[in-house]
């Protein structure tokens, strides 16, 4: 596919703006190649699809086929890969924005994307997608219930495993603001340290 479109992109400094850009399409370069006779960097769609109709560099005219396209420095690759994008569907409503590296997975499960249901925003099966009228919203739903209430319980049980908290103290635990966790934190801590001194004194029989 061809480049990101660069107001897509948050923060974008003019050092990138310039030097990121695919010399054809004159966005950011996506999945970058070098031509080895300029130094210049293209999209590998955009490169490849030129070379397909003609035989010379786009940037200097030179005698350029695929076998002389190189893989751009790692240096590159990682400032492309930490650069802060905007979905790819931000136009349908989605606010999230994420480094370009994290672009491809975010896109796969986007509520905003075309793979959900614009009523129930269940993801859509593959099975279900050339025949949307299979689709069911009270059953996706119902499924998504039953792994959130899976979820829920495998919570619990961590956090059964993690604080010793009781089953029926749970609900009342996990209301608690941080604030409150952090004080009866406290409040644990300096029980233990007085039940330690308690230890001690009965050990000196001095209790």
Not at 2 to 22: I, K, M, Q, T
Request: aromatic letters at 6%.
């Amino acid at each position: 596919m061809p480049g990101f479109p660069s107001e897509r992109f948050v923060n974008l400094s003019e050092w990138e703006r310039n030097e990121l850009l695919c010399s054809i399409c004159q966005d950011v370069v996506n999945s970058p190649l070098v031509a080895q006779c300029c130094l210049q960097t293209f999209c590998r769609d955009c490169i490849h699809e030129w070379l397909n109709v003609r035989n010379t560099c786009p940037y200097d005219r030179s005698i350029l086929n695929t076998t002389q396209l190189a893989k751009p420095p790692r240096i590159l690759l990682n400032i492309l890969a930490k650069l802060e994008i905007r979905c790819d569907f931000a136009s349908n409503g989605c606010q999230e924005v994420l480094k370009l590296e994290e672009l491809s997975q975010h896109s796969l499960k986007c509520y905003f994307g075309s793979g959900f249901c614009e009523k129930c925003f269940c993801l859509i099966s593959e099975s279900d997608e050339s025949h949307k009228s299979v689709h069911n919203c009270v059953q996706s739903l119902l499924q998504l219930n039953r792994k959130s209430n899976q979820e829920i319980e495998s919570l619990k049980q961590t956090l059964l495993s993690n604080t010793g908290v009781t089953d029926d103290q749970i609900g009342d635990y996990m209301l608690l603001d941080v604030n409150q966790y952090k004080s009866l934190m406290n409040e644990m801590k300096a029980l233990k340290e007085e039940n330690a001194i308690t230890l001690e004194r009965l050990e000196r029989q001095e209790y």
